[in-house]
């Protein structure tokens, strides 16, 4: 800087660590970034450009700051199915305006969620949906609205198909037992079997959609082992489950010994019968 002046090389300076922190905006966002040097060192207010540059980071797009529209070129990657081709992949090239506010909103939803969800785009003409489905949520409260409600809705199809399983007529009256027990206490706490069914992708092991109970690819009586396993290891410490188990235990346990000694009558009542049978018979050839 001379004379209170900004110079070219400070311009420069600072336009080499704005492209540094490109990575880091591509590896949240998933797009790909240079820095437009021919459009940044045309402008005439250097110290407007070293201003503006300043914000290209992360963090800046976070707090809603954004940077000229010609500072940056994007480009980012999507893809889209055709039954002739399968997926085909693309790569749209996002100019301008439309650049610097599909990264805001990008950021945004980020600090929103706490996730980092990288953009897909095939084509110019759904930029602006891209936008609008990064803007969507304005709060944490709304997201967690938004997250409980598809929470129910995945344990509720999850619940409905298990009842589809009890209904199938293909398991032990135990097994039945146990899916009630399990589809129970799945409506009691729905968000924490949500998570359960989706860390454990029971929707792939019981061969259903997520979001639709009626969507069933394969014969989920098939899989009744597999669904069973994954329960027995995530509710081994449950209490409410170990108890339900055990209760089904002693109740076989008591079935099996009333059933023995039913047995053990009819062999009694039997033999009895026999013996008199024989008395009587002795008494007539006498």
């Known amino acids: 800087m001379a004379n209170g002046k900004t110079t070219k090389s400070a311009v420069e300076k600072e336009m080499r660590l704005a492209e540094r922190r490109l990575a880091t905006i591509e590896k949240h966002s998933g797009a790909h970034l240079s820095i437009n040097k021919d459009a940044i060192l045309q402008n005439p207010n250097r110290a407007e450009v070293i201003r503006q540059l300043?914000?290209?980071?992360?963090?800046?797009?976070?707090?809603?700051?954004?940077f000229s529209k010609d500072f940056i070129n994007m480009k980012v990657d999507g893809r889209y199915w055709t039954a002739k081709?399968?997926?085909?992949?693309?790569?749209?090239?996002?100019?301008?305006?439309?650049?610097?506010?599909?990264?805001?909103?990008?950021?945004?939803?980020?600090?929103?969620?706490?996730?980092?969800?990288?953009?897909?785009?095939?084509?110019?003409?759904?930029?602006?949906?891209?936008?609008?489905y990064f803007k969507y949520f304005k709060t944490s409260e709304q997201y967690e609205r938004y997250l409980a409600k598809q929470d129910k809705i995945v344990a509720y199809n999850f619940r409905q198909n298990l009842?589809?399983?009890?209904?199938?007529?293909?398991?032990?009256?135990?097994?039945?037992?146990?899916?009630?027990?399990?589809?129970?206490?799945?409506?009691?706490?729905?968000?924490?079997?949500?998570?359960?069914i989706k860390d454990h992708k029971l929707y792939d092991i019981a061969g259903i959609n997520l979001f639709d109970s009626d969507?069933?690819?394969?014969?989920?009586?098939?899989?009744?082992?597999?669904?069973?396993?994954?329960?027995?290891?995530?509710?081994?410490?449950?209490?409410?489950?170990?108890?339900?188990?055990?209760?089904l235990d002693a109740d076989a346990k008591k079935k099996a010994k009333h059933e023995a000694m039913k047995s053990a009558r009819k062999r009694a009542t039997k033999e009895a019968r026999k013996n008199v049978s024989k008395k009587y018979h002795s008494k007539i050839n006498k």
């Open 85 to 132: 081709a399968g997926w085909v992949e693309t790569q749209t090239e996002v100019q301008g305006k439309d650049a610097v506010q599909l990264l805001k909103a990008v950021a945004h939803r980020e600090s929103i969620t706490g996730t980092v969800e990288k953009i897909s785009i095939s084509g110019e003409e759904n930029i602006g949906k891209a936008i609008d």
């Open 54 to 66: 300043k914000n290209v980071r992360w963090s800046a797009l976070k707090e809603g700051k954004g």
């Open 215 to 247: 969507d069933l690819s394969e014969d989920i009586a098939e899989n009744y082992d597999l669904i069973m396993e994954t329960v027995e290891k995530e509710l081994a410490s449950n209490k409410e489950w170990q108890n339900y188990l055990k209760k």
């Open 163 to 196: 009842k589809d399983l009890i209904n199938s007529g293909k398991l032990s009256p135990e097994e039945v037992k146990k899916m009630k027990k399990l589809v129970s206490m799945i409506k009691k706490d729905p968000r924490k079997w949500a998570k359960i």
